[in-house]
């Protein structure tokens, strides 16, 4: 069984920075493969980062519309993920999920290929 907790989400301004952590308990190797997802109202739930937390080069993997302003990052000795978020837009608001797998997804990170979910930290960015 993998459990995972998300913290750390709340309101900025634009140009704003968060970062966000995931506290996650379980087999390592259930999940291996962990990724940041989000989801506005109205909106399908879609992919922000990925890495493989025991690859010990950290392959990561980002969604474009995140490149270059945010960073996924583990610290397997305390079982955390993070995801530093900076430079934050209006458009980066929305509910974000932590998630794992045992499997490794496909580049493109499907949220249906990730097994386990944590319930979510918001995120609300003004203008």
């Known amino acids: 069984q993998v459990v995972l907790v998300e913290s750390g989400g709340g309101s900025v301004q634009a140009g704003g920075s968060l970062r966000l952590s995931c506290a996650a308990a379980?087999?390592?190797?259930?999940?291996?493969?962990m990724g940041w997802f989000r989801q506005a109202p109205g909106k399908e739930r879609e992919a922000v980062a990925g890495?493989?937390?025991?690859?010990?080069?950290?392959?990561?993997s980002y969604a474009d519309s995140v490149k270059g302003r945010f960073t996924i990052s583990k610290d397997n000795a305390n079982n955390n993920l993070y995801l530093q978020m900076s430079s934050l837009k209006p458009e980066d608001t929305a509910m974000y999920y932590c998630?794992?797998?045992?499997?490794?997804?496909?580049?493109?990170?499907?949220?249906?290929?990730?097994?386990?979910w944590g319930l979510g930290t918001q995120v609300t960015v003004s203008s």
């Open positions: 998630a794992a797998n045992r499997y490794p997804p496909t580049p493109r990170l499907n949220p249906s290929e990730f097994m386990y």
């Open positions: 379980g087999n390592l190797y259930m999940r291996r493969y």
């Open positions: 890495i493989d937390i025991i690859d010990s080069d950290g392959t990561t």
